[in-house]
T-cell receptor, first 113, second 114 residues
Framework: AQSVTQLDSQVPVFEEAPVELRCNYS??????LFWYVQYPNQGLQLLLK??????LVKGINGFEAEFNKSQTSFHLRKPSVHISDTAEYFC???????????FGKGTTLSVSS | DTAVSQTPKYLVTQMGNDKSIKCEQNLGHDTMYWYKQDSKKFLKIMFSYNNKELIINETVPNRFSPKSPDKAHLNLHINSLELGDSAVYFC?????????????FGPGTRLTVL
């Protein structure tokens, strides 16, 4: 069975600072990896996804993530955050032959000035 | 244009009542989903439908019954509501059946059972 662990429940940072949101997964089969963002009182929006190929994936809003198979990690990074990046971030996996996303418990990113 | 829409956005009701949440997608997708987000923001799949056929039912109580009249709609009917059903329910859709297809989420329906 697959599972996802987001290592930090809350990450407070100052505006223009770099940020890394950590995600580890466990699976005995190949998976696809995703990061979604949820702004307050809204639905989820896809930031980026890893399917295969290059391990560095670039997404929207300046975010990127690196797939590390040996460490079973898929950490999300942004070199300089904005106030508007304040939101809940979810890491998720999907099996190659499956459909539903399995989510981590989320990381609250709080950006202050 | 809203890709995935849900109605209502907020739903407050008493224990024991029956209620429905509607979901519609205009993306032409074949697969639709219902997820439940609890008070700790944990998201979990409830159901998945592909071309109106149920393909995932994640040990959800029988009080929850999804209905798909066509592939653009997936409604969720809940009987005999309980306090523990209070949550935000998200509908989503994707093009295919397999993992890598991006899922597009609706804005959510916040259900409060009193």
């Amino acid at each position: 069975a697959q599972s996802v662990t987001q290592l930090d429940s809350q990450v407070p940072v100052f505006e223009e600072a770099p940020v890394e949101l950590r995600c580890n997964y466990s699976s005995s089969v190949s998976v696809y990896l995703f990061w979604y963002v949820q702004y307050p009182n809204q639905g989820l929006q896809l930031l980026l996804k890893y399917l295969s190929g290059s391990t560095l994936v670039k997404g929207i809003n300046g975010f990127e993530a690196e797939f590390n198979k040996s460490q079973t990690s898929f950490h999300l990074r942004k070199p300089s955050v904005h106030i508007s990046d304040t939101a809940e971030y979810f890491c998720a996996v999907a099996r190659q032959a499956g459909t539903a996303l399995i989510f981590g418990k989320g990381t609250t990113l709080s950006v202050s000035s | 244009d809203t890709a995935v829409s849900q109605t209502p956005k907020y739903l407050v009701t008493q224990m024991g009542n029956d209620k429905s949440i509607k979901c519609e997608q205009n993306l032409g997708h074949d697969t639709m989903y219902w997820y439940k987000q609890d008070s700790k923001k944990f998201l979990k799949i409830m159901f998945s439908y592909n071309n109106k056929e149920l393909i995932i039912n994640e040990t959800v109580p029988n009080r929850f019954s999804p209905k798909s009249p066509d592939k653009a709609h997936l409604n969720l009917h809940i009987n005999s509501l309980e306090l523990g059903d209070s949550a935000v329910y998200f509908c989503a859709s994707s093009q295919g059946v397999f993992g890598p297809d991006t899922q597009y989420f609706g804005p959510g329906t916040r259900l409060t059972v009193l």
